[in-house]
């Protein structure tokens, strides 16, 4: 039995194998007074701006905000730990009533001061849209105050949605680019955009990309720096994963420095070893090329008899996706095919028309696409589809839960790391280790009930 819609969101339900083309409505506001899984512009900023480590970051709103995002990603870093602690200027009603930018210049000009910053991005929160506090005014008085790049982040914002906050943060890192020395920055170099570091994932890929003999200029913003930002103009491609948040920038970099994009996915073996490829055919050079296969070779050989058991324990198993951007689904509905397993569902947060239609080109017949969904929707889904595991963020955890359905967390906080080949391989197990749970005996499953 199909689920229940309203005809408020019809338009963003897409059910694939139907005579219907795929012409989803997205990118729109999230409709007022209901529960998305959608997050608010301030925090679609925070989650991309967060992991440059050697930076100050300053939440200038009700504390609630800063508490809300603080460590909001399991971004590592391999030096300073500056970004994981979660300032704030703690506005109350009587800043509220004759404003706040007394209180954030103070707060600034102290934090500066006490952990010499290579910059600092102050980011507004709804509350400061209301009252008008001039962020652009304070920071440029404070900068020239203390010599350091600072940087408003307007992200205020009730209506908005998480991609909006991705924007903001992208024309704030801007105004970082090109303002540091390229000298010495090979001609086959690159920057690695979108990717933030969880689990150490950048690590890994910065590792491949070394061994393919291609230099990294900048991570943006896994393990980041600030002075790398400031130079990143210098690199002569901008490969791209998260292109819902880092796509703008790429975009500005590319109509004012003409550097080039890929864009790119590191989850899974076949996203992984495509975009090693675009990258060395992008360059043309026969060394690096050649390297990449090897790269390829050794680690498909490393991870593939491992792999092969849990292809065999999976097969016909079936999953639900509910993803930030879509660029992830794509991937994981790769995955999940490759370890023999069907994908009944698939949404994003984030998606745009030609994600989705990208989406039902490469899912099965029947599969549901969804944009925007909410918890309601989401728990229809996965009991009209009688899935195995649902793959999702935090905020998808309980709905899998309370239907007995396992869960893998593929989310900006999570400790485990997924992208790259070793990364498949824990995501293997993963996904094996809560199908195949013992649990499952003494909990209801959905259709049970």
């Known amino acids: ?58 939440v200038h709103g ?37 404003g706040g930018e007394k209180k954030l210049r103070g707060a600034l000009i102290e934090l500066i001061a006490r952990h010499a910053p290579k910059a600092a991005f102050v ?28 940087i408003p982040v307007q992200s205020e914002g009730f209506k908005g949605n998480k991609r909006a906050g991705y924007q903001a943060a992208c024309r704030a890192m801007f105004r970082l680019v090109g303002t540091g020395d390229i000298k010495g920055i090979s001609p086959y170099s690159i920057n690695i955009l979108g990717d933030f570091n969880l689990a150490g994932e950048i690590w890994l890929v910065r590792d ?30 901008n490969v791209v994963q998260c292109s819902g948040s880092t796509m703008d920038l790429a975009n500005m970099m590319e109509e004012k420095y003409s550097i080039p994009s890929l864009r790119v996915s590191y989850f899974g073996i076949e ?12 360059f043309k050079n026969a060394e690096i090329i050649e390297r990449t296969r090897e790269v390829v070779r050794q680690e498909v050989s490393a991870i593939m008899p491992e792999l092969k058991r849990y292809q065999q324990a999976l097969a016909g198993k079936k999953a639900a ?47 549901i696409i969804v944009d925007d969904a909410n918890p309601l929707e989401l728990t229809a889904f996965l009991e009209e589809k009688s899935v ?44 094996y280790a809560s199908v195949m749970s013992p649990v499952w005996h003494f909990v209801p499953r959905m259709h049970d009930r």
């Open 271 to 282: 996203d992984m070893a495509d975009s090693l490829y675009a990258v060395a055919a992008h």
């Open 123 to 150: 980011y507004s929160t709804c509350i400061v849209g209301i009252i008008g506090d001039d962020l652009e005014a304070v920071c440029k008085s404070v900068e020239e105050e203390t010599g350091i790049p600072v």
């Open 1 to 58: 039995m199909q689920a229940a819609i309203l005809d408020e969101r019809k338009e963003q339900i897409h059910r694939t194998g139907t005579d219907t083309p795929c012409e989803i409505a997205c990118d729109r506001d999230s409709l007022a007074g209901a529960v998305s899984q959608r997050a608010c512009v301030f925090c679609g900023s925070r989650v991309v701006l967060y992991p440059i480590a050697d930076a100050l970051h300053l």
């Open 62 to 98: 009700p504390i609630g905000c800063a508490v809300y995002t603080w460590d909001i990603r399991g971004a590592l870093s391999s030096g300073p730990d500056l970004h994981r602690l979660s300032f704030s200027t703690d506005l109350q009603e009587r800043d509220v009533i004759f």
């Open 208 to 237: 491949y990309f070394q061994r393919m003999g291609i230099e990294v200029v900048a991570n943006i913003t896994g393990d980041g720096r600030v002075d790398d930002i400031r130079r990143c103009h210098g690199a002569a491609l």
């Open 321 to 367: 996706i509910y993803v930030g951007g879509a660029f992830k689904a794509f991937s994981l509905v790769k995955a999940f095919r490759m370890l023999g397993m069907s994908v009944a569902m698939v949404g994003s947060q984030t998606g745009t028309k030609e994600d989705y239609q990208e989406l039902a080109e490469i899912c099965d017949p029947g599969t």
């Open 388 to 431: 195995d595991i649902f793959v999702g963020g935090v905020k998808e955890r309980p709905i899998a839960y309370k239907l007995g359905v396992g869960f893998c967390d593929h989310n900006h906080e999570r400790k485990e790391c997924l992208a790259g080949f070793s990364g498949m391989l824990n995501f293997a197990r993963e996904v």
